[in-house]
């Protein structure tokens, strides 16, 4: 559903790639009726798909929401989707616990509930790439103190609509401030830290509340197409060893698919065109630098899906994921 954004062109072509699936409808009530290559060009010759209006829920296992935020509580309100078939909601819209039985997809976190869930609401894209960033540290107990973090995304974060901020001659040779402290991925990023805190047994206030400690979040537009670079600033209790910290951090991600702890400094093209999530740390006397580095159209969205995919249907995980990074 939504199938000519760029989510759902990206999804086309890592389902039209995967051992498992079958493509059975793209949704697009603008674009019915016209091949799918007109829409997403890169797939010339890989289909002969048209987009349609119709709905042939009952001859699917699953279905993808690449809806825009709020789209999908409206249509699942006007339309019945069989009790069988599964759901994959890449919008904002159940992310956040509330009256819904939708699993929040973060494998790295919820990989046994996603395993057993109908219905999974997929991460944002700051999101993934700030919580693959903190997870271990807030197991750890280090989340004690205001954590600053610094973010910059790709244009194609911003849907493929032109708006006044997302245009060539503005974007490129640009960098500019969006959404300062405000972002509304903090709600979903703060959601998961607690629940890990929680999990581990520390009697830590929460995070996001007054008494706990607050994400100063800056987002960056950048003048490129895709990835996500993150910084996290994290301000260390006493007594903690940075290579005590590292070692955390590697044993924390040693059974994760796609997300992996990478020795040096890390560059974003190391990640771009992949569904991985790097992770490195340099650590400075009180404090952590942690950098964490995804592209926003995989691990960020619908390669995260595709794994949330195989993870819902016993599937290996990396199925139709396999991806390489290119050096150059």
């Not at 009790?83 to 973060?106: S, T």
């Not at 020795?263 to 740390?281: G, R, S, Y």
């Not at 990396?318 to 150059?328: C, E, I, N, R």
Request: aromatic share 10%.
């Amino acid at each position: 559903m939504g199938a000519a954004g760029y989510t759902g062109g990206e999804l086309i072509r890592l389902l039209l790639n995967h051992p498992e699936a079958e493509i059975v409808f793209a949704n697009s009530e603008s674009n019915a009726g016209n091949p799918v290559s007109d829409v997403h060009e890169g797939l010339y010759g890989e289909t002969d798909l048209t987009f349609t209006n119709e709905l042939p829920f009952d001859a699917v296992d699953v279905v993808f929401f690449c809806f825009g935020h709020g789209k999908s509580e409206a249509f699942l309100k006007e339309h019945s989707i069989p009790e069988h078939v599964k759901i994959i909601d890449l919008a904002q819209d159940f992310r956040i616990k509330g009256n819904h039985d939708y699993v929040y997809g973060l494998p790295e976190l919820n990989r046994v509930a996603i395993q057993g869930a109908q219905h999974v609401a997929n991460p944002g894209c700051f999101a993934t790439c700030i919580q693959l960033g903190l997870l271990p540290a807030a197991k750890l107990g280090l989340l004690t103190q205001d954590i600053s973090v610094n973010a910059i995304t790709g244009s194609t974060g911003a849907g493929q609509k032109p708006g006044a901020t997302t245009h060539f001659s503005w974007r490129n040779n640009n960098l500019s401030i969006y959404k300062a402290f405000t972002h509304q991925h903090l709600a979903e990023i703060y959601q998961s830290l607690n629940q890990l805190q929680k999990e581990s047994g520390q009697a830590l206030p929460p995070l996001g509340t007054e008494e706990g400690a607050t994400i100063d979040f800056i987002p960056y537009r950048g003048d490129f197409a895709r990835g996500i670079f993150a910084t996290e600033v994290i301000r260390l209790p006493k007594g903690y060893n940075g290579s005590d910290i590292i070692a955390a951090y590697k044993d924390f991600y040693r059974d994760a698919a796609f997300t992996h702890y990478v020795e040096k400094p890390l560059d974003l093209k190391q990640a771009v065109n992949t569904n991985k999530c790097l992770v490195h740390i340099d650590a400075f006397d009180s404090k952590l630098l942690v950098t964490s580095v995804i592209d926003n159209l995989l691990k960020g969205a619908v390669g995260q899906a595709v794994q949330n995919m195989n993870l819902m249907f016993g599937i290996d995980e990396t199925a139709g994921l396999k991806l390489k990074a290119s050096a150059f």
